[in-house]
């Protein structure tokens, strides 16, 4: 199992790779009330049932662990669980637990990716738009969810060509994701933006340097912080397509449009295919 997982399970918490290594100290306490929901979320298991032995198995190493999904696994004797954005796959006994990309040789897919894709596409549901801010052409072709970070310099750069997405027919939907963590200077710099009466303008300001004013108001900074971390964000930007889909990174605009338009091909051929059986 690999030392990254075994921090989640071990210490329930999960960093973007481009967080700063800030003492932990620096985050804002979530409460009695935010524990207690975390550790009894997840989905629900039936008694006896494979699920809840491999759930019990993972919560052994963590009675507050997070579980986003459990279910059949695509291999036989295992069940497959989603957490903090990584795919485990447990035994039906509870005994092994294996963590890794699961690839089916004959139809040349990652199944793991699958699934996370799954779970991406119901987690962004969570977020209205109104939440987010949109930097969108008249009629675009394809929507992307960007998960940012006013300081990250990719992000940045992302930023300064959104007119050139917006013309590759592309709408830019952000997300906040403060990667220095919650209750740090970063974090007020997002809510900053988020709170501010020209959202799209203080966004621009920020990632540019310039000052924007300290605000405080019911903002989804801390909500879509949490997403992103239950996604499996590893860096930012995250751009994840509408079919759920995480893009490596930051990807120039017409990188990303041909990266979407092959993602649109491959979702036109499967249902083509399906269509045929």
């Known amino acids: 199992m690999k030392p990254y997982l075994l921090a989640l399970l071990g210490a329930f918490s999960l960093s973007a790779c481009a967080q700063t290594d800030s003492p932990p100290a620096a985050a ?7 524990q207690q929901a975390a550790a009894g ?42 957490v903090g954005g990584q795919t485990l796959y447990v035994s039906d006994d509870g005994r092994y637990m294996l963590q890794g990309s699961l ?12 699934s996370l894709a799954k779970l991406r596409r119901e987690l962004l549901k969570t977020i209205p738009v109104s939440d987010r801010i949109v930097f969108a ?23 300064s060509q959104i007119a050139d997405y917006n013309r590759e027919g592309i709408a830019v939907q952000y997300l906040a994701f403060p990667r220095m963590g919650l209750g740090s200077p970063d974090f007020q710099k997002m ?8 959202r799209k303008q203080a966004l621009t300001d920020a990632k540019n340097d310039r000052k924007v004013p300290t605000r405080n108001c019911k903002n989804p900074v801390t909500m879509e ?10 860096g930012t930007p995250l751009i994840v397509a509408a079919d759920g ?33």
């Not at 804002?28 to 935010?34: E, K, L, Q, Y």
């Not at 809510?191 to 020209?198: G, I, P, Q, R, Y």
């Open 28 to 34: 804002a306490d979530p409460g009695p009330a935010s």
């Open 41 to 82: 979320s997840g989905p629900k298991v039936a008694p006896g049932s494979a699920d809840e032995r491999a759930r019990d198995a993972i919560r052994k190493l963590n009675k507050q662990i997070r579980i986003d999904h459990i279910g059949a696994a695509p291999i036989a004797g295992f069940r497959e669980a989603i």
């Open 103 to 114: 690839y089916d040789m004959d139809a040349k897919r990652d199944l793991s990716e699958a």
């Open 137 to 159: 052409p008249e009629n675009p072709k394809y929507t992307v969810s960007v998960f940012t970070d006013v300081e990250c310099g990719f992000c940045r750069k992302l930023h």
């Open 191 to 198: 809510v900053n933006v988020w709170c501010a009466s020209d």
């Open 225 to 234: 912080y949490d997403v992103g971390q239950r996604i499996g964000l590893a």
């Open 245 to 277: 889909t995480a893009m490596p990174g930051y990807m120039p605009p017409e990188d990303l449009r041909a990266a979407l338009d092959k993602l649109a091909a491959q979702s036109t051929g499967s249902a083509a295919a399906s269509g045929s059986r």
